[in-house]
């Protein structure tokens, strides 16, 4: 896991690698617009870069990265937007030394400048935002405001945008715009990831992301702390084991799924597939009598067992017998069945429960929130948003807080979907999964999930069973995407996934 940090965290960091680990705050910065340099001068080549600068650290950035393209054989080009005289002295120095190679900078100080810049940046191959870094703390506004809109413009040509450490405009918390905000394709972020890079707002901004060492020893991260942790392929690798040869079928667990009704079969059946899929040694979708009576013809590889809506209880027990994890909620219904179904579940059942869909409606109804068990729930904005009585607009401005909540409330682990999904954990872990494709984004893609959450509670704790779930759920699903953004079914996000467990191992 890469830890992440917060802005205040990664204020600590700096002050502890150069307090406490003695590495000069000017060494930060020549490590950081070197490593920076380097990826750049990969890009553009002997391209012309057009750097635009500022005047706090960030700037002081941009000068070392134009330093070390003009030294290393790039044509970069240097803007600056911002009062000379409220240089950081780190900045200033870098700004000298970059005058010191023979370097000249252009100031921006009003409108009709900007000419120039546009100008430029027809002919560049590469623009690099090194406007604003962790210090913004409100809207850029004015001129420096116009700069952005400018390198934004889609009427520059094929530029690619590069930003340093972070978008300028982007709020490094929450990954909300503060207003206007600098596009980037990639963003070289410096030491961590911060937390507003890793939003599905902030994404938009972020493009790529990719980290640039810049020299600080590797105990700076836990000694001050961080917000999250980026999931990595290694420790989905490290949590799950191959199969022995002597697996059999009861052995890998079997899930029930209570999900499915009359003209919703569909959401049963892809979370049955999402299990066996994963790992699951069989499944069996409990559900409503009419419901069993239609997916009797439907299914080869999946059991079913109905529920009595005369006797809930009695059946769902019956029902449950020897099972090792139940999901419920997809395509379940809200009526009054449902509900005595979801309640009884949550009274009776022991073992690992993943709550999804309708049976989060549910539970948001029923005002009383508190879980005991090894629980997972899997809301999108929207579920979340009704389950801690808010908007789904005010969960997107503060997914972290809000998915750390809602695991605080219920006692459960809350894995929020959405373009990077997170998963919280009741103690306060954080984790957060940057792979998929926008493809995941089709009908039944959440029913698939469940699935596969389920089923590796078999095997696993439930915080690390929603971590891996959402790894192998991404992953699945890129893989049977094949590079297209759009035109995948639920049921091939399954399909995919033993390709990625294969791998793993
Ligand atoms: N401190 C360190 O050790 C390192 C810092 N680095 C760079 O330093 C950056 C942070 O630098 P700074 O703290 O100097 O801040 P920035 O360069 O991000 O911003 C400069 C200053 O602008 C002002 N400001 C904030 N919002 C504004 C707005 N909307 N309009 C106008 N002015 C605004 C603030 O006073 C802020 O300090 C990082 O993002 C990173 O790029 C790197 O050089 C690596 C090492
Ligand atoms: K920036």
Known sequence: MI?????????????????????????????????????????AGKRRVVIVCGAGNNGGDGFVVARHLLLRGGDPAVFMCGKPEKFTQDARINRDAWVGVGGTVDLLQKGPDLELLRIELEGAAVVVDALFGTGLDRAISGLAAEVIELLNSDTLGPVKRVALDIPSGLDCDTGVPLGPTFHADLTLTFAQPKLGLLTPRGVRHTGELEVIHIGVPSDVPDAVGHSAELLERADVARWLAPRTSDAHKYSAGHVAV??????????????????????????TIVTWPEAVAALQS????????????????????????????????????????????????????????????????????????ALA?????????????????????????????????????????????????????????????????????????????????????????????????????????????????????????????????????
């Open 298 to 369: 439907r299914v080869l590889e999946v059991m079913t067992a109905s529920i009595d809506r005369d006797a809930v209880a009695a059946s769902i027990d019956a029902a449950l017998r020897s099972k090792r994890s139940v999901v419920i909620g997809p395509g379940f219904g809200l009526d009054e069945a449902a509900r005595a179904a979801l309640a009884h579940v949550l009274a009776a059942w022991r073992g690992p429960l993943v709550l999804d869909a309708d049976a989060i409606t549910l539970l948001a109804r029923s005002g009383s929130f």
């Open 373 to 505: 068990g090894p629980h997972i729930l899997t809301p999108h904005a929207g579920e979340l948003a009704r389950l801690l009585e808010t908007t789904s607009d005010k969960i997107e401005a503060d997914r972290f807080g809000s998915a750390t909540e809602a695991a605080r409330r219920t006692g459960a682990v809350v894995l929020l979907k959405g373009a990077h999904s997170i998963i919280a954990a009741p103690d306060g872990r954080l984790v957060i999964n940057v792979r998929g494709t926008p493809a995941l984004a089709t009908a039944g893609s959440g029913d698939v999930l469940a699935g596969i959450i389920g089923a590796l509670t078999s095997v696993l704790e439930p915080f690390e069973a929603a971590c891996a779930g959402a790894f192998l759920h991404a992953e699945g699903g890129a893989v049977s995407a094949a590079g297209a953004d759009r035109g995948l079914l639920a049921s091939q996000i399954a399909d995919g996934v033993p390709a990625v467990l294969r791998e793993l191992f």
């Open 3 to 43: 830890p992440v940090l917060s802005r205040a965290q990664m204020r600590a960091f700096d002050a502890r690698a150069i307090d406490v680990a003695h590495v000069p705050s000017i060494v930060l910065m020549e490590n950081a617009g070197r490593g920076a340099a380097e990826r750049i001068l990969a890009l």
């Open 258 to 283: 209570l999900a499915g009704s009359h003209g919703k079969l569909g959401a049963a059946l892809l979370v049955a597939h999402g299990a066996l899929r994963a790992g699951a040694g069989a499944a």
